[in-house]
């Protein structure tokens, strides 16, 4: 489920030490050899080990004035361990070889102590052994190089900027992340990777304060898996409408121009009539539709029960595949699973036990193909090895099944957003992220937005306030009527997916063009206290 | 050992502010001890054992400061982690409001800390999760939980001369429990400061009763309807509310602002049977006495029979707006009465009686509009009595308004948010005109 504010951070560290280069890798390999045979010694018949060192700046601004600059750094262990048949994880930020080996031997422990209520014992999808290689963010600059004046003063441009468009108040941030994470297992693996990932955002705030009303509109950012050079905007990214949106680079003082102006139009924009309308859905909102109705229902593990008592389960039971004829939506509808999209936020190398990344489809032509596993549940779906999509937060969270980039693809033939409205007679034209909600198997979810337009016998004639969408996930995809060409197809982002016990967060991209969905129900959510 | 004692953590602090050269210095440090264990399925999934333990260092000079932080205790590492803040806070911006750092206060002990919890061991987490999973197998149904217990201690010391230390404990537990036909769900969850008061297995028997009476839930149209809400439930919607921020009511974007202009403190905004307050020396839900700001936390009224009696000042917002500052809650007690959640049901004529709500999101900030749904046992009542299950609804309703249509208040009992995890004392509530807009096929 996505969290509603932004992930905590670890302690903070200044920006100079966040240039040091981390332990060097052969010190790593040795620890984690000293992790591997500790745990073995103590009877483990598998164990897998992550060395982590997590950086996160964050940059806070509101108005005229710098909140708060923080550095965090997290380092530290996290050792996995298969013990009579059940898993096992400890972590410590001590890292001696003499605390390195007590994290395993405390791991056996735990898996030992939780084999006595085991249920049956784990199957691992086998795994072979890459030796030692690496993988990394293919970045152009390295968010942490960049001064801290550079970016206190892009977005204090920012806000100046809003200001003198006449916004009430308006919040600027930049965050970035750098994780750092060498892992290694009894299978032979020694995987160094360096991840990097950035989100710029703003939200600006109109108030009127007579009538005491208030509208926000948020930026049309996404957080993205680059450096700093997803804010060196280029015409080529830039792409023309009622409001500029973003493919690979992102202006930030043009969209906050936007924002300021469109802020003032919602506090005056009429107010929805509830009923049936097209909805025409740009891929700053869809990804998050994508994200909910089609990303979470196809986790295995949701499917089979284990997030049952947080997250939930899914209505894409294993019969459904099975079938192979599950109409989960329009044949219009093509989804799949990526874990090498250059840009998203979930492109990674090697996943976090060991296993090479890649894409593969989960919706063909409409109908359910496949899941998302890893691999202690490849078996279940008589896979010989796992799809690569298994993740911890940090070196302090055990890993477990998150999701990929899970994408729209685009329509074969060529359709732009305009020929899309010129054939809309009652619709309406959505415009990024808003609020979103959907319940824990997935069938039934509301979503908000950012800006809304009404389109009335194929014009677009003015802006709306108090719209929101409640579909059933299955009637939304099949009332998916047309999808625009590839020259539209953008991705959009979650930066802190929360799943698991504890909740962990994960970074994960959906991409899509703009699409169409007919006669969908639309609620207004004006309320008076 | 990250958990240190109050002579130890002030050791480490003293021996730190001894090496700052800043006009102002403060250091924090904590550490957490722990471990948990999820089953699904009726077996174990993962378990984990974490330790960890942490200093802050935050320098000022004039109105610029920075944070630099290390894990590693040796007097090198100690030295640089003060030199590191102090080269940073040098070149941040100056932040115009800054406030000073707090002169010496005492601060009264919290009361969170049971050695009992301190105690758990892998082995106690699996004893407690063995009896859950026995009941759920006797019952033909399927278990999916979670146990987590957090030992934890935070310090604090800064140039001035103020010192702060505070240690706690804490159990959370939670359990779903569905059929294997997946037509039946139900869900319990409990958090403590002390582990004796967790019974596992009495919570997954309720839960268990639950499934199995939800089993062939019947469709009736959304729309209006008098709902009592459990406290797992009450306390998952209202926890959206308690952030009774002045500075955002008196920005104009809040439900507390006054159309106008200036904030709602003083109005009557929800119900007379509403109070809510925070209590860090309640018993049954302990707090922490103090916070960073250096501020000592005390019993705080912030809904008083429905007007709202205080809103949370920072000391920069305090002193803009020439009032006393006053510290945001460390917990959060609502008042009830005496009646039971089967009181409650009895005195109902129709209405829908409500285990848990999900997935709980913002619409309009405006009015506080939420949206989320129920699960896990949501039943239909009838002349004081439940009749049967019904199938789960979408609501659109707002705390606020929901506060304004209370009915009646029952018993207040510690509960846990399913979201934050965090506990509040809340009774069960009788809600009358609860929106629900749509029906899920969800179970």
């Known amino acids: 489920m996505m969290l509603p504010e932004m992930p905590a951070f670890a302690r903070s560290i200044d920006p100079m030490?966040?240039?040091?280069?981390?332990?060097d890798v052969k010190v790593k390999k040795q620890l984690a050899d000293v992790a591997l045979n500790a745990a073995r010694a103590k009877g483990a018949s598998y164990a897998d080990v992550r060395i982590g060192r997590y950086l996160n700046q964050a940059i806070i601004t509101r108005e005229n004035r710098v909140q708060n600059i923080a550095n965090t750094e997290s380092q530290g262990v996290g050792i996995r361990v298969i013990a009579n048949g059940c898993w096992g994880f400890a972590a410590s930020n001590n890292m001696t070889k003499e605390d390195v080996a007590k994290t395993a031997e405390r791991a056996v422990a735990v898996a030992k102590a939780n084999a006595k209520i085991q249920a049956e014992p784990v199957q691992l999808a086998p795994q072979k052994g890459f030796g030692e290689v690496s993988w990394k963010t293919p970045i152009e600059i390295n968010a942490f190089e960049v001064p801290i004046k550079d970016k206190t003063d892009l977005l204090l441009s920012v806000n100046a900027a809003a200001k003198a468009g006449g916004a009430s108040f308006i919040n600027s941030t930049c965050f970035a992340v750098n994780e750092q994470k060498y892992f290694a297992s009894t299978d032979g693996s020694y995987i160094d990777q360096d991840i990097h990932r950035i989100f710029p955002s703003f939200v600006v705030t109109k108030i009127d304060t007579a009538s005491g009303k208030f509208q926000s509109r948020k930026s049309l950012s996404s957080p993205v898996g680059m450096g700093y050079e997803y804010l060196n905007a280029r015409p080529q990214d830039k792409v023309a409408g009622i409001v500029t949106r973003y493919k690979d680079r992102y202006d930030m003082l043009e969209d906050v121009k936007s924002a300021t102006a469109e802020a003032n139009q919602k506090i005056k924009a009429k107010t929805v009539e509830p009923g049936k309308y097209d909805l025409i859905l740009d891929p700053s909102h869809l990804w998050l539709t994508i994200h909910e109705s089609v990303g979470h229902p196809t986790e295995l593990d949701r499917v089979l029960g284990y997030e049952a008592n947080y997250a939930g389960t899914s209505f894409l039971t294993l019969d459904k595949w099975e079938s192979k004829k599950f109409q989960f939506g329009s044949k219009l509808v093509n989804v799949v699973a990526d874990k090498l999209q250059p840009g998203s936020l979930g492109a990674v190398g090697y996943d976090d036990e060991g296993v090479k990344c890649k894409k593969w489809d989960l919706i063909s032509d409409g109908v359910l193909v496949n899941y998302q596993a890893i691999r202690d549940q490849a078996h279940i779906i008589g896979l010989k090895e796992s799809q690569g999509c298994c993740y911890a937060q940090s070196w302090n969270d055990v890993q477990f099944q998150r999701m990929a980039n899970v994408s729209l693809q685009p329509g074969k033939t060529k359709l732009s957003v305009d020929d899309m409205i010129k054939n809309t007679e009652k619709g309406i034209y959505?415009?990024?992220?808003g609020s979103f909600s959907i319940d824990q198997q997935r069938y039934n979810f509301q979503f908000g937005g950012q800006t809304f337009y009404e389109i009335k016998n194929s014009k677009i004639i003015g802006m709306l306030n108090d719209v929101a969408y409640q579909a059933n996930t299955r009637e939304f995809w099949n009332s998916c009527v047309a999808i625009a060409d590839e020259s539209d197809y953008r991705l959009g982002g979650a930066f802190n997916d929360g799943k698991g016990q504890p909740s962990q967060s994960n970074a994960v991209s959906h991409g899509s063009a703009t699409t169409r969905f007919n006669g969908v129900s639309v609620i207004n959510t004006a309320r008076k206290i | 050992m990250a958990i240190l004692t109050k002579e130890e953590a002030q050791t480490i602090l003293k021996k730190v502010l001894g090496f700052s050269k800043a006009d102002e210095c403060e250091v924090g440090l904590s550490g957490r001890e722990g471990g948990n264990i999820r089953y699904a399925r009726n077996g174990v999934s993962t378990a984990g054992d974490i330790s960890t333990l942490g200093l802050a260092v935050t320098s000022t000079f004039g109105k610029k400061?920075?944070?630099?932080?290390?894990?590693?205790?040796?007097d090198l590492s100690l030295q640089t982690v003060v030199k590191r803040s102090e080269e940073l806070a040098r070149l941040a911006p100056e932040n115009p409001e800054h406030m000073p750092l707090?002169?010496?206060q005492t601060f009264p002990d919290g009361i969170g800390y049971v050695p009992a919890t301190a105690a758990i061991t892998p082995d106690t987490r699996a004893e407690a999760v063995a009896k859950s999973i026995q009941v759920c197998k006797d019952a033909k149904l399927q278990a999916a939980g979670?146990?987590?217990?957090?030992?934890?201690?935070?310090?604090?010391?800064n140039s001035k001369g103020l010192f702060g230390y505070d240690k706690d404990t804490d159990v959370i537990f939670s359990v779903t429990t569905r059929n294997a036909e997946g037509t039946a769900s139900g869900y319990a969850a409990r958090g403590?400061?002390?582990?004796?008061?967790?019974?596992?297995?009495?919570?997954t028997k309720v839960a268990a009763t639950k499934a199995n009476g939800s089993k062939g839930a019947k469709a009736i149209e959304p729309g209006k309807y008098t709902v009592i809400l459990e406290p797992v439930a009450a306390t998952y919607m209202l926890e959206n509310m308690f952030r009774f921020d002045a500075r955002q009511a008196d920005e104009g974007r809040s439900f507390l602002s006054k159309p106008g202009g200036g904030t709602r403190l003083g109005e009557k905004l929800m119900d007379e049977k509403v109070t809510i307050y925070s209590d860090p020396y309640n018993t049954e839900l302990p707090g922490n006495t103090w916070n960073r700001d250096g501020e000592k936390l005390e019993k705080t009224t912030w809904i008083d029979k429905g007007v709202v009696k205080n809103l949370s000042y920072s000391r920069y917002w305090a002193e803009k707006k020439g009032v006393k500052p006053v510290p945001g809650p460390s917990n959060i007690i609502m008042e009830g009465g005496t009646a039971s959640l089967d009181d409650l049901i009895k005195s109902t004529e129709r209405g829908i009686l409500v285990s848990r709500l999900w997935y709980i999101r913002l619409v309009d900030a405006q009015t506080l509009l939420l949206t989320g749904l129920t699960r896990d046992g949501t039943f239909y009542i009838e002349n004081g009595k439940i009749m049967y299950p019904v199938k789960n609804f979408r609501f659109n309703e707002s705390p606020v308004i929901m506060l304004n249509n209370v009915e009646a208040l029952g018993k207040p009992e510690r509960s846990i948010s399913v979201e934050s995890y965090r506990s509040y004392l809340i009774p069960p509530m009788k809600i009358r005109d609860f929106t629900f807009s749509s029906l899920s096929d969800a179970v």
């Open chain 1, 17 to 23: 030490a966040a240039l040091y280069d981390g332990i």
């Open chain 1, 430 to 433: 959505i415009i990024g992220d």
């Open chain 2, 65 to 74: 400061s920075a944070t630099s932080t290390i894990d590693q205790f040796d």
């Open chain 2, 102 to 104: 707090q002169g010496p």
């Open chain 2, 146 to 157: 979670f146990l987590e217990n957090t030992t934890s201690f935070n310090a604090f010391m």
């Open chain 2, 192 to 203: 403590f400061n002390d582990i004796n008061k967790l019974d596992t297995l009495s919570a």
